[in-house]
């Protein structure tokens, strides 16, 4: 596990284009598995889809491919109805993970234990806040325990996907305090009216350098954009490198949401996608893949400039 991390690190010092998974969740969709309260934190049931599409990842040049655990927390399976069920779901999807890296005999590639701070949708809006008596301290119980199941079971790093709200950042990233593997930090933007760079929510306006200063007091060895349009993540970029050091990562969505499902009317094709990877990679971001609506097709259009 220690050996496969630093042979990535190693590969990140000499600015070697690292290339993460695209979507699970969407492509989970594609493939005719049906949405629920959850999302795809149920999805993980049908383990034999899940391992094919990491294995079509692999297979197109994935790295580093990521649990699909980012919606499968104890909050999320219990509005699904599906609580009693947490352990065995997130256990087939770190396995289907597992079983993929296994079967291609790709063995360096790394395996990265997703966790949200993402509660139940009720209206069809993906921003809305569903759960409102979601209380802190169950946050923090939720995410520890996630922290743990994914620490425990054979994951190279925790990787926390969509970081867009203060609130629930604090708490996330308080327990990552404890994590024994490494964490890497993925932050979901958006672009205001007046062309500012926010937060994800757009139940306030909160600036760019606020999810920042969050991050600072931590020590995440990767920062990232992610679940933020392709448009706007070269600015991204440009923002997280005055802000941060180290690595930097970038995984945008395309496409379009609506509840429970994720349409794909405007999804960016491969091969516009390789010339923004190039000016990503021109920028600082040494880590890319993608997120919503992006398929195994765009890892492998992108595998070929490395």
Request: with cysteine; hydrophobic share 40%; charged share 25%.
């Amino acid at each position: 596990m220690i050996d496969r991390y630093l042979k990535i690190l190693e590969k990140i010092k000499s600015n070697e284009l690292i290339l993460l998974d695209g979507a699970i969740g969407t492509e989970l969709q594609k493939r005719g598995i049906v949405m629920d309260g959850s999302w795809c934190g149920t999805a993980s049931l049908q383990d034999y889809i899940l391992k094919q599409i990491h294995i079509d990842y692999i297979n197109s040049g994935s790295q580093i491919i990521t649990t699909n655990t980012y919606a499968s927390s104890r909050i999320m399976l219990k509005a699904a109805g599906s609580e009693k069920q947490f352990k065995e779901i997130n256990l087939k999807a770190i396995n289907s993970a597992l079983n993929a890296r296994e079967e291609t005999k790709k063995f360096d590639v790394l395996i990265a234990g997703s966790i949200s701070h993402r509660y139940p949708i009720a209206d069809g809006d993906v921003l809305s806040q569903a759960v409102v008596n979601v209380s802190k301290n169950e946050l923090q119980d939720s995410t520890y325990e996630m922290l743990n199941l994914l620490s425990n079971n054979g994951c190279d790093l925790i990787l926390l996907e969509m970081m867009y709200r203060p609130e629930r950042m604090e708490v996330v990233f308080d327990v990552m305090r404890k994590s024994k593997l490494p964490v890497w930090v993925g932050f979901s933007f958006r672009k205001s009216e007046t062309g500012e760079i926010l937060s994800l929510t757009d139940e306030s306006n909160v600036t760019f350098k606020e999810m920042m200063s969050l991050a600072k007091n931590y020590e995440f060895d990767v920062w990232g954009a992610m679940h933020t349009s392709v448009d706007i993540m070269d600015i991204c970029i440009e923002m997280i490198k005055e802000n941060f050091n180290g690595p930097i990562f970038a995984y945008p969505d395309s496409g379009g949401w609506l509840s429970p499902n994720w349409t794909f009317d405007n999804v960016i094709n491969p091969k516009n996608f390789i010339e923004k990877v190039k000016v990503w990679h021109s920028l600082g971001a040494q880590i890319v893949g993608g997120c919503c609506g992006t398929s195994p097709d765009h890892i492998k259009a992108i595998s070929r400039i490395k």
